[in-house]
């Protein structure tokens, strides 16, 4: 991801996005040209509760400063009855854990937006990207 | 075998009990005294370091404890370099151990912690160890590295044996695989972990239910523990779901929950993000679809410590610490 | 012995250094015993749920982890307001006795033993249990299958024997059955007959013309306070009871409740050691000497601090001990004798247990009580008291946590202990070998645990001599 300075840093944030809805969500919002920040990199998953948290870890590894993951609306719309459960009990721990290591909770995200909520999907990535940005890059210390 | 085998012990930052799991094998011990010269190991014996430096080759080593100084890593390299096959012993040579979880704090805050805020401390002068010289011949002592580090950051290992300490059994059970490759009867595949390849929980005879339903986490003060029980269905956590099998459950038997000390289980990425997933997808929490997202979120937190917990004996292996650590 | 030549600048590092600084004619000016460890088990016990703690601090020291696992048991007790049951009282009591035969016994045999069953002289390739091994070979194996004896009753009772896990909160994880019981009692009578062997074989030394200089003469004689815990007879007791400080009389100066110890003890901070110089507040700090209120803790210490034991066959012994060393014993090696003596008290103890009906008792967890946040929990380690003091928030997470080790307690008497005797053995700069084995003698009686108090190798300490002459240059360094 290149060598850059404190004036060129730019956040890059990998976003896990469900099949079903964040994904299309995420779809929406380009082809209705809501714009959202090219600091995303959006993976499409099969559910959100198909992601491991090691997914995480290998994110911010690889150099993310954020994640996002979006996943169907609770308590009823994933297609796979719970996987968004899954979802919320894992985020719920994970930033607990990650805050304990040193990694500002804020980093990791986690959002319900259904396959219409195209805007949605453009307002999350640009705030979150302004909220990364604020936090700075990843790494050189406890947070 | 013509020639009697070469053998040295070598520690880091250890507590002592590795060294202690050595001597407990007692008269398996005595067989190997016969069959092995031990050539360096400090509990035991009075050799000195000028001792492996004046050796042309060791056959094994044995590095127990991580690495918490310079001087640790001074001797371990130099070490490695003439012995034939590298063993890590114990779990904070190859996860880090307990004494990483001091990487769960900047090492400055360890320090000021131990030495101008502990309760009984008196030091108006705000003296710290291996900064102020206090006396008049300038006698300081010296500096600590910035991490606890497992013993293959800095040497290739070729066996692992994990435990804390590791259990007997299995310290025989490297023994012989040693005794056998160095007769040319047997191969060592790098890495080769001695344990078993599946998880605790595939050996464990408590009583797991279809289905783990629990209102919420619970501590180990909080309940009468059932001992036939799974804990997890009890809703207490144990490591079990993510901790190599080959301690022979001694914990689980005595009716304590799994720590986690034989390490991950083949093909964990990452024990911390490895244990929050398993743990989501095993335990459901009663009435999930009546609660609020923040309700149910507020009862996944009742693990009240997961970094502590998750990584008791393997935080020096979190790739999450070295994200935070990297400069 | 080697002996090299290292330019000043080189930096000097070990795990544990004596630092020996001559003046201008080659005789001894001062002396340091420097641990350079650090682990910082304070902080990272910070966070932790406290009743995770009796788990953790285990590995702190794998020689002694069942005084870590009590001493913070009882101090979580305490944060809970939960009175452990007496089953769970009399169980926890009965292992750590057995870890006491456990940790004594390897000291006296793998690191005391060879110096005098083989001579502070001898080869320092055969000072070791190996060495002795080669010597007696039927010795050895009694000692380890004795050990073997010991491991099993450690094993049942706190699961595993290294880092045992079973005490909680108001009690402990798992019963006895009758068989486990009928088990560890046939073990302990074996270990009593064991430790009256080697009382007897100790006390063949002390007659030996060639050790009467060693035990008897001035390199290792100290005059301190000493402290140790005792029951309501002042017997010593190694899990519960109050600690006792006496002074270099021998007369009780006084008698505290653990939760109170911070009125009593306190520890100075110096820049050339990891680790403190604790000593007694109402007697006062004035510098690194006798003047100031140093105590010991151990065996010896125990001895001095009470009026003996409360079983019949280690009092008989302690009768014997006072009339050879006088009481207080200022004598460092009699800490020896005192060691081997309390195995036998040990054993006794461990049979009495075993025989007490309320060891099979169900009852073994206390689930009520009233939180406080605060517990403070002292044992006697096989090295000395040891305190644990926890303070946690509301809902039971660790906010602060001191940890005073024996080693640590023993601390500025090692380093008065090691700059007497050596003052005593180098002159005009001579020395050898066995001078600075005889150096390293006057740290070896304490059983420092080094592992403990920072913590690093027990007993196996690598040891650097470094000399420095009267400008603080350093003119030599002698690896030991
Ligand atoms: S692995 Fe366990 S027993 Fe071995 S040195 Fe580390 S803490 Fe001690
Ligand atoms: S979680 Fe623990 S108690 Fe449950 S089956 Fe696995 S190892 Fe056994
Ligand atoms: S049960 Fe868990 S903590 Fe206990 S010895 Fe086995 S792996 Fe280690
Ligand atoms: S299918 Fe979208 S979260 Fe499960």
Not at chain 2, 13 to 21: F, L, N
Not at chain 3, 286 to 291: D, M, R, V
Not at chain 3, 392 to 417: E, F
Request: proline share 5%; glycine share 8%; charged share 30%.
């Amino acid at each position: 991801m290149g060598i850059e300075t404190e004036d060129s840093w730019e956040p890059k944030i990998i976003a896990f996005l469900c099949k079903y809805c964040a994904s299309a969500g995420a779809d929406l919002a380009g082809v209705s040209r809501f714009k959202y920040p090219a600091n995303i990199l959006p993976i499409t998953v099969p559910c959100s509760g198909s992601i491991d948290m090691q997914f995480v870890v290998r994110a911010f590894e690889m150099g993310a400063d954020g994640v996002l993951i979006g996943g169907c609306h609770t308590p009823s719309d994933c297609h796979f009855l719970r996987g968004n459960f899954k979802a919320l009990k894992r985020v719920a721990l994970m930033k607990k854990m990650l805050e304990q290591i040193g990694i500002d909770p804020r980093r990791l995200r986690l959002e319900w937006i259904s396959a219409t909520e195209g805007k949605k999907f453009a307002e999350v990535a640009k705030e979150f990207v302004e909220e990364i940005r604020k936090l700075g890059p990843l790494g050189g210390g406890h947070e | 075998m013509n020639k009697k085998l070469r053998i040295a012990i070598v520690p880091g930052e250890v507590c002592g009990g590795c060294d202690m799991a050595f001597v407990d094998l007692h008269r398996n011990l005595i067989d190997l005294l016969g069959a092995v010269d031990i050539v360096f190991w400090p509990i035991a014996t009075d050799f000195k370091e000028e001792d492996v430096e004046a050796l042309d080759s060791i056959d094994i080593v044995f590095f127990q404890g991580s690495i918490r100084t310079e001087k640790h890593r001074e001797i371990i390299e130099k070490v490695a370099e003439k012995a034939k096959i590298k063993v890590a012993f114990g779990a904070c040579a190859c996860f880090g151990g307990v004494p990483s979880l001091a990487d769960l704090y900047a090492l400055g805050e360890v320090i000021e912690e131990v030495y101008l805020k502990s309760p009984s401390t008196e030091n108006e002068g705000g003296i710290i160890p291996g900064e102020t010289v206090d006396n008049p011949y300038g006698i300081l002592a010296p500096k600590l590295v910035d991490m606890n580090y497992k013993v293959d950051d800095f040497v290739d290992i070729d066996i692992y044996i994990p435990g804390c300490p590791p259990p007997k059994e299995r310290i025989l059970e490297a023994v012989d695989i040693l005794v056998r490759y160095f007769e040319g009867r047997a191969d060592v595949e790098k890495g080769t972990v001695i344990a078993g390849s599946r998880t605790l929980c595939d050996e464990c005879p408590r009583e797991k239910p279809e289905k783990i339903v629990i209102d919420k986490f619970k501590r180990i003060h909080e309940v009468k523990i059932d001992p036939n029980k799974c804990f997890l269905a009890q809703g207490i956590v144990c490591l079990g779901i993510v901790t190599r099998n080959g301690c022979g459950l001694p914990c689980i038997k005595a009716n304590m929950p799994c720590r986690g000390c034989m390490g991950p289980a083949p093909n964990v990425y990452d024990v911390g993000a490895k244990l929050v997933s398993a743990i989501a997808s095993l335990v459901e929490i009663e009435n999930e679809p009546k609660l609020s997202d923040e309700e149910i979120a507020t009862k996944a937190r009742t693990i009240v410590d997961p970094a502590g917990l998750f990584y008791r004996f393997t935080l020096g292996l979190s790739r999450l610490i070295r994200v935070v650590k990297k400069k | 012995m080697s002996i090299i030549t290292i330019s000043p600048a080189t930096r000097l590092e070990g795990e544990a250094e004596i630092r020996i600084v001559l003046d201008e004619g080659g005789n001894v000016k001062d002396a340091f015993f420097q641990i350079i460890e650090f682990r910082g088990f304070e902080k990272f016990c910070v966070g932790r749920p406290v009743e995770e703690l009796p788990r953790i601090v285990t590995r702190i020291c794998g020689v002694c982890p069942w005084a870590h696992h009590m001493a913070s048991s009882k101090a979580v007790d305490m944060v809970f307001g939960r009175e452990p049951t007496i089953a769970a009282k009399k169980i926890r009591e009965l292992g750590y006795c057995a870890h006491i035969l456990d940790s004594h016994s390897i000291h006296f045999y793998a690191l005391s033993l060879p110096d005098f069953a083989l001579t502070p002289s001898a080869p320092r390739r055969e000072r070791s249990l190996i060495g002795l091994y080669r010597k007696n070979p039927e010795l050895v194996k009694k000692v380890l299958e004795m050990r073997d004896r010991i491991i099993k009753v450690e094993e049942i009772i706190g699961g595993k024997a290294i880092h045992p896990v079973t005490s909680i909160p108001g009690g402990i994880s798992k019963a006895l059955s009758k068989e486990e019981v009928e088990e560890i009692r046939n073990h302990a009578k074996e270990l009593l007959k064991f430790s009256i062997e080697t009382v007897e074989l100790f006390k063949g030394f002390l007659n030996k013309e060639e050790y009467k200089d060693i035990i008897f003469g001035d390199y290792y004689y100290l005059e301190t306070y000493y402290a140790g815990l005792v029951d309501r007879n002042k017997k010593i007791n190694f899990y519960d009871g109050k600690v006792r400080v006496v002074d270099k009389k021998g007369g009780e100066v006084f008698i505290f409740e653990p939760k109170d110890y911070l009125e009593y003890i306190g520890e100075k901070v110096v820049g050339w050691s990891y680790t403190k110089m604790p000593y007694l507040k109402k007697i006062g700090w004035k510098g690194l000497s006798t003047e100031s209120g140093i105590y010991r803790v151990g065996p010896l210490g125990r001895l001095n601090a009470s009026e003996g034991f409360a079983t019949e066959k280690a009092q008989e012994y302690y009768e014997e001990f006072t009339e050879i060393f006088g009481k207080p014993a200022h004598h460092t090696m009699a800490y020896h004798l005192a060691r081997v003596i309390e195995m036998v008290y040990a054993s006794e103890r461990m049979i009495e247990l075993s025989e007490d009906k309320d060891i099979l008792s169900r009852d073994i967890v206390n689930l009520e009580g009233e939180f406080s946040g605060f517990g403070v929990g002292i044992v006697e380690a096989p090295r000395g008291t040891l305190i644990h003091h926890y303070e946690t928030d509301r809902h039971g997470i660790t906010t602060k946590v001191n940890l005073i080790i024996p080693t640590t307690m023993n601390n500025p008497s090692i380093n008065l202990d090691i700059r007497r005797a050596a003052s005593k053995l180098i002159k005009k700069g001579e020395f050898d070998d066995k001078i600075l084995n005889m150096v390293e003698m006057a740290f070896r009686a304490y059983d420092p645990c080094l592992a403990c108090s920072t913590h690093n190798i027990p007993g196996g300490i690598k040891v650097y001599v470094g000399v420095y002459d009267s400008e603080g240059k350093l003119i030599r360094i002698i690896r030991r």
